[in-house]
């Protein structure tokens, strides 16, 4: 039975999916990263052996790459895979993702495993996600000059982090070094780790938390960073 208009927007916002096989995918878009958190209520309450662990992941990688198409999501993304505690096994699971990403017509980076134990890869911003468009379709354009004052304005309100690691489009740099002769580093208490990326428009605030984090980050990424800005 074809899916009515109403029913895919409802389902494109919902964070839960569900799979047919017990295996659920919770998908929590945020302002600097999308996390998604893979569950198996089939096996829940059991001890997973690391083939079944293997076995779950890799269905909820095939299923996780088309949501991620599906929705448009861009940016950080981070995926919590159920826990198999064997390096090859997680070495099979980045290998299959980075087979699955190719099929992909936008660019996207597999970087493997954080420490944490966190899948990390990165797809180009080709416009706003379908779930942030369904839920704010009144999305507004600014300028260069209006967003560098928009850019200094959050950063001073992210107190909280120790470091933050922005991305910003190399005209969008030119601009703030116009409008700006002092650093917005020296104004705020945070770390900064600025990067210029021509594949995103304006600015993004990619990670924040602590200094060890984000340096971690930066070095497993292998980014060139500047922290006068």
């Excluded at 295996?23 to 052996?49: C, P, W």
């Excluded at 861009?74 to 980045?94: A, H, P, R, T, Y």
């Excluded at 967003?147 to 933050?164: G, I, N, P, S």
Aim: aromatic share 4%; glycine share 4%; net charge neutral.
């Amino acid at each position: 039975m074809p899916v009515s208009l109403a029913r895919l927007q409802e389902q494109l916002i919902n964070p839960l999916v569900e799979l047919n096989n017990g295996i659920s995918l919770v998908i929590e878009e945020t302002e600097a990263m999308t996390v998604i958190d893979v569950n198996s209520h089939k096996m829940k309450g059991r001890s997973f052996s690391n083939s079944q662990a293997l076995d779950v992941n890799r269905a909820a990688a095939k299923e996780i790459q088309k949501q991620i198409r599906l929705r448009n999501l861009s940016g950080i993304i981070l995926i919590d895979f159920i826990s198999m505690k064997n390096e090859n096994k997680e070495k099979q699971i980045v290998s299959e993702m980075r087979d699955l990403v190719k099929k992909d017509p936008t660019k996207t980076n597999v970087f493997g495993m954080t420490k944490l134990g966190l899948l990390e890869l990165t797809r180009k911003k080709e416009n706003a996600s379908l779930p942030s468009l369904l839920t704010n379709p009144r999305e507004v354009n600014f300028t260069d000059e209006t967003a560098v004052y928009r850019l200094e304005r959050e950063l001073l309100r992210k107190r909280e982090a120790e470091a933050l690691m922005i991305a910003v489009h190399p005209k969008f740099m030119d601009c703030k070094k116009r409008l700006l002769s002092e650093p917005i580093s020296s104004k705020i208490p945070q770390e900064l780790f600025v990067r210029q990326d021509a594949d995103i428009c304006g600015y993004q605030i990619e990670l924040e938390g602590s200094l060890d984090m984000i340096r971690e980050a930066v070095q497993r990424r292998g980014y060139h960073v500047d922290n006068l800005f």
